[in-house]
């Protein structure tokens, strides 16, 4: 059984103040709410703060991004250790922002998943078609590329730790969700990769979280897809109503 994870990414949003007000809320808006787990992944600046409001809840703490070094002349950069300290239990690696933005190779990914592993952090590891690839027809080319690549000489044991987020760039912060179905089938074509990968038992127990556009009126259709097991929430994520809706889905079909 996968335990389904909802996860908040806040991406460059929240000064300290503002992102503890957050915290606060949904600590006191999810109480109560069972078999499913929460995390949010506030911008660093806010990571002690917010897990100082997070303290004694069930809602876990999440970065961004880390640098692939345990420490070093590395100047701007944040190390996997200094997030183990700060109270992080995820970190989510190879966003398509940062893909597009600063250039982000899956070869760098790859060493930022094994640091990660490393330090006993928890990668949430982002694959995504762009819509030109999509239209192309090759979306699950694309995918498995970045899959191999990124999750190069990482073994079983420490599969077991990963969790996969399918976010088609064209969905994030656009409002056009994938349809359930399409996020279905580019997940179990992830299932299928993994079971290549790793073998049966293990692709059955990663979970694969969809992302883009996710929101409190689309979650409940997306849930009730047998191989989504969570989502990873970008703008919805930023108001406790919305975010608090879409961890309390019911899943329809
Ligand atoms: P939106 O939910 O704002 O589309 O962002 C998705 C995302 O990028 C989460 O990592």
């Known amino acids: 059984m996968r335990t389904p994870l909802i996860a908040g990414n806040w ?13 606060r809320s949904l600590v006191s808006g999810l109480q109560g ?3 499913r787990e929460v995390a949010v992944c506030p911008p660093f600046t806010a990571l002690y703060a917010v897990g100082e409001a997070l303290r004694g809840s069930s809602v876990q703490l999440g970065a961004q991004n880390l640098y692939p070094e ?3 002349a590395y ?9 183990v300290d700060v109270g992080c239990v995820y970190v989510i690696l190879g966003h398509s922002e940062r893909r597009q933005h600063l250039n982000e190779s899956d070869e760098f990914i790859n060493r930022k998943v094994h640091l990660a592993l490393t330090h006993g952090l ?10 030109v690839e999509r239209e192309r027809g090759e979306e699950i080319k694309v995918v498995s590329t970045q899959l191999r690549a990124d999750l190069r000489d990482i073994d079983e044991e420490q599969m077991a730790k990963v969790v996969i987020a399918y976010e088609p760039v064209w969905a994030i912060g656009t409002g056009h969700t994938a349809t359930p179905q399409q996020a279905q089938t580019m997940h179990r074509n992830i299932r299928e990769m993994l079971v290549h990968m790793y073998g049966e038992e293990v692709a059955e127990s990663i979970r694969i979280l969809y992302g883009g556009s996710v929101r409190s009126d689309n979650i409940d259709q997306l849930m009730a897809q047998p191989d989504i097991d969570g989502a990873l929430v ?5 108001e406790v109503e919305s975010f608090a809706r879409i961890v309390k889905y019911h899943p329809i079909l």
């Open 122 to 131: 928890r990668p949430i590891l982002c694959v995504g078609e762009t819509l």
């Open 33 to 35: 709410v069972d078999g």
């Open 11 to 23: 991406k460059m949003y929240k000064r300290i103040s503002e992102a503890t007000a957050l915290a």
């Open 75 to 83: 100047t701007g950069e944040i190390s996997p250790a200094m997030l």
């Open 234 to 238: 970008g703008g919805a994520s930023l």
């Open 70 to 72: 345990a420490e070093g």
